[in-house]
């Protein structure tokens, strides 16, 4: 495991006004890990996502990445061309509706090649060969390589995004509700999918959620927030079985048992 | 010679555009061959015809018109349609200028959907009529982001575009409008010519300028500009053309047209460049077809 | 191995009145290679919340925890990730899988989380499964929809595909029926023979005596209930 954090976060403050989306947020990711950041809607979580990956400019705070080229680099302050170059290559953004994350008037291996050809890729038999082959490792028949994402049922689309977000092999991936709104042996399926992409890649993810049984089958490491603010972090198992601040006893005490 | 001496409607200005405004045009067409491929934007004037029939170009055209220009005007090759006769009338009513519908004879053509046969000359300004001069647009609706993308030079999508035609038919579909890639850098919408035209844009002795009446965008190919083709590596652009030779003048290097002769079949292929096709008749070829 | 110094815990209940209720005292407990010990006490005497202080699954107040050189109490989370991962296998009376996962993946993830190829760590997995008496056609299925004895024999089998250095084990015999509890009996003398350092739970008294060396009653370590 590298000793360097590939994801370096000090004091990420972001305001709507007088409103508070995330303040003073600060955390390392280490290659590999995979972080949950859970709490209600409204809690700031996905205000967080959205300044990590370059989405909102937050007024105050360093996201510093770990670039292949240029080791260290604060990914706020570099040129938006860096970092929509890093969105193509190095990070990928998972979101909770598919149709967010995908072209729906281009075909599946259009969708999943389009990364490829941003980044250069010129050869169309070796982008389809690899459109294929992701389709296939989603569990998607290749067959239906050629159709677009419409005909596609909600847990289809869900793979096939994930798919055109990997297919470059990216180092981070910044997922926000990835199941959210599919159906519970869906979102399973596509659970037991993440879970093995992130061994088998090495990747480092942020996942945010409020689905505590998310992060607790996905994320190595657990933030809760509340009010913009990260009110407990720590082990995900740690932070689940024992928790310490009085917002996270009421979190956890809240699930439903089946 | 004045400009007055040639002004065949005295209550308008040379060329039916007022100076400030061609000056305005003039700018435009100066930065755009400056930054060749870059749609500058520029205050598109009320034309007196509809958007559709070539607002873009008339102001272009009249922007660079001078007393001593001759000008032609040509629609999917044709000097004799509607819309090419209504478009030269209009500039020999308002700058009076002499007209031609002879390709060599030409200083400034204006032309819809066609580049000419014959070689242009470093003597000659081709403008283009440009009903949407973004490559990006069917694939990025979003204008904002279009422009960043060129400001960005992120071309992926294009791609995806040319992907998709082959996946669906086999082979790169797109037959007009087919997008170029200008100097390495812009990638540029040739407006609806047929993708056969593409060759003639590249390293052409002649100025281009391309003008959009409704978009209010114009760009520019100085001479000699390096355009090239979007394509695949193992699917080459291909500058296709129908399989036969003019069925009047017998050349094989032209584009064609197909005219339905009646409702049993019958068809003619013809030269879609009129004055082409009437230039290689006058020398004496003739096809299988001609009269 | 492991080496429990003074150790502390207490839960703080923010949402009923913040009641502080002391469950452990000034623990103290160590483990050498090739040992095992078995911890012992009534039912709510903090057994468990022992083996899960170890594993770094409950907070401790204060004190130590050492596993090796690493003192489990002050260690970062990907510090006891890697900890886990390498060094320190727990198996709790819970199987806690994805759904959708064939059993043999189950029992072969520890070792392709230390980057075994996935085809080395399968057979190791079936190996372990058979030795169980898991019949090979469920290892295919997965383990969300056995019964309750053959859960546990995958968790047991998956708590020792990996050779940790140290082991909790949490009544790795309950529910088990004779044949199966020996196998299971001979894998934790096996562990022991080649160095593991164990903690238990069992409340199988003929299971202890056979496998541990020593008990300790946790009982002593009792805190004090505060008001």
């Known amino acids: 495991m590298s000793d360097h954090p590939l994801l370096s976060v000090t004091g990420v403050t972001k305001r709507y006004g007088a409103h508070i989306g995330c303040a003073d947020v600060s955390f390392d990711l280490y290659p590999g890990e995979v972080l949950g950041i859970v709490g209600e809607s409204g809690s700031g979580k996905s205000t967080l996502l959205n300044c990590l990956a370059g989405h909102l400019a937050p007024d105050a705070g360093q996201v510093v990445f770990d670039t292949r080229g240029h080791g260290p680099r604060d990914t706020i302050t570099m040129s938006e061309p860096e970092r929509r170059m890093l969105g193509r290559t190095d990070w990928a953004f998972v979101h909770q509706h598919a149709r967010d994350g995908l072209r729906m008037g281009v075909s599946a291996g259009g969708n999943v090649g389009e990364r490829l050809m941003a980044v250069g890729a010129r050869h169309y038999g070796d982008i389809r060969g690899k459109a294929a082959d992701w389709l296939d490792r989603v569990e998607i028949d290749t067959d239906r390589i050629d159709d677009r994402p419409s005909t596609f049922s909600g847990g289809m689309q869900q793979r096939l995004q994930i798919a055109r977000n990997l297919v470059t092999g990216p180092r981070l991936v910044f997922m926000d509700e990835p199941t959210g709104g599919l159906d519970v042996s869906v979102q399973a399926r596509i659970l037991d999918l993440l879970r093995g992409l992130v061994r088998d890649m090495g990747l480092s993810a942020i996942i945010v959620t409020h689905d505590l049984a998310v992060v607790r089958l996905l994320a190595d490491r657990l933030m809760v927030m509340k009010s913009g603010h990260v009110v407990e972090s720590g082990l995900t198992d740690q932070v689940l079985d024992d928790p310490q601040h009085g917002y996270t006893q009421l979190l956890v005490s809240s699930v439903l048992q089946v | 010679m004045t400009v007055q001496d040639y002004q065949a409607e005295p209550a308008y200005n040379f060329a039916y555009l007022d100076e400030q405004t061609k000056r305005m045009i003039r700018r435009a067409i100066l930065k755009g061959l400056a930054v060749p491929g870059y749609q500058v934007p520029f205050a598109s004037r009320e034309m007196p015809m509809p958007y559709g029939w070539g607002t873009g170009g008339v102001q272009v055209s009249a922007a660079v018109l001078t007393p001593d220009d001759r000008f032609k005007v040509i629609d999917q090759g044709a000097d004799d349609t509607t819309h090419a006769v209504s478009i030269r009338s209009f500039f020999e009513r308002t700058a009076g200028v002499e007209t031609t519908t002879k390709t060599a004879l030409a200083s400034v053509i204006q032309t819809r959907h066609r580049i000419p046969e014959a070689a242009l000359t470093e003597d000659q300004i081709l403008v283009y009529q440009v009903p949407i001069p973004e490559p990006l647009r069917f694939l990025e609706p979003r204008e904002s982001e279009t422009r960043k993308m060129h400001s960005l030079e992120e071309y992926g999508l294009m791609h995806v575009k040319l992907y998709e035609d082959i996946s669906r038919h086999g082979h790169i579909a797109t037959s007009y409008a087919y997008p170029v890639r200008v100097e390495g850098r812009y990638v540029m919408d040739p407006s609806p010519i047929p993708k056969f035209d593409n060759p003639k844009l590249d390293d052409c002795p002649a100025i281009q300028l391309f003008g959009a009446g409704r978009e209010q965008r114009i760009y520019a190919l100085p001479p000699y500009t390096k355009s090239v083709s979007l394509d695949f590596e193992d699917h080459p652009f291909d500058p296709s053309k129908a399989a036969h030779p003019c069925g009047l003048c017998g050349a094989e290097d032209s584009y064609l047209d197909e005219v339905i002769l009646d409702d049993k079949g019958g068809r003619l292929f013809v030269c879609s460049d009129t004055d082409y096709c009437e230039e290689r008749q006058a020398q004496g070829h003739r096809g299988k077809d001609a009269a | ?227």
């Open chain 3, 1 to 227: 191995m492991i080496r429990i110094e003074n150790l502390c815990k207490s839960f703080t209940l923010h949402n009923q009145g913040s009641a502080v209720i002391q469950v452990m005292t000034g623990a103290d407990l160590s483990v050498a290679q090739g040992e095992c010990v078995a911890l012992t006490g009534v039912s709510g005497a903090g057994k468990s919340t022992l083996m899960r202080m170890i594993y770094g699954n409950y907070v401790a107040a204060s004190g130590h925890i050492f596993i090796g050189d690493m003192d489990v109490t002050r260690a970062l989370p990907r510090d006891i990730i890697r900890l886990r991962r390498e060094t320190l296998g727990y198996v709790s009376q819970f199987l806690r899988v994805v759904p959708r996962v064939p059993t043999v993946d189950v029992v072969a993830e520890p070792l392709r989380a230390i980057g075994q190829d996935s085809e080395t760590a399968r057979h190791r997995a079936e190996e372990r499964l058979a030795r169980l008496n898991i019949p090979e056609r469920l290892w295919s299925l997965s383990p969300t929809t056995f019964s309750g004895g053959e859960q546990q024999r995958v968790n047991i089998a998956r708590g020792f595909v990996h050779d940790y250095p140290a082991l909790l084990l949490d009544e790795p015999t309950a529910s088990l029926d004779a044949v199966n509890r020996e196998i299971v009996l001979d894998l934790i003398e096996g562990a022991k023979a080649r160095g593991a350092a164990i903690i238990g739970i069992f409340h199988d008294e003929a299971a202890r005596a056979r496998v541990c060396d020593r008990e300790i009653d946790v009982s002593r370590f009792a805190g004090v209930q505060a008001a």
